[in-house]
């Protein structure tokens, strides 16, 4: 069993930046693909970016390459993202995700757990 606990959502400008933090319990985390998805009032849940086991490998959706950052650090058992030249289309509540697999599966993440989302704002 994995929990997940997001921090470091808020209200930002448009062009600003935030950092958003996944804090994993258990001591398997270093195991796990990890990922964030974001879902936007009356919209699905969508997939932001993945970083594989050590860290090797990422990915991002299109909507975010060049702005946002993923990176993990195995041992604090913490995932991050680092999102900047905010825009207001990325208004929406942030989840983390692990999955057991060792990357994605035919380009999706598979995800086990999920954390409980943060909220990010962006103003224009």
């Known amino acids: 069993q994995v929990q997940l606990v997001e921090s470091g959502g808020g209200l930002v400008q448009a062009g600003g930046s935030l950092r958003l933090s996944c804090a994993a319990s258990?001591?398997?985390?270093?195991?796990?693909?990890m990922g964030w998805f974001r879902q936007a009032p009356g919209q699905e849940r969508e997939f932001v970016a993945a970083i594989s086991r050590g860290g090797g490998s990422t990915r991002y959706a299109d909507s975010v390459k060049g702005r946002f950052t993923i990176s993990r650090d195995d041992a604090k058992s913490t995932v991050y993202l680092q999102m900047n030249s905010l825009k207001p289309e990325d208004t929406a509540v942030y989840y983390c995700?692990?999955?057991?697999?060792?990357?994605?599966?035919?380009?999706?993440?598979?995800?086990?757990?999920w954390g409980q989302g943060t909220q990010v704002t962006v103003s224009s």
């Open positions: 995700a692990a999955s057991a697999l060792p990357w994605l599966n035919a380009g999706r993440m598979s995800v086990n757990y």
């Open positions: 258990g001591r398997t985390f270093s195991t796990y693909t």
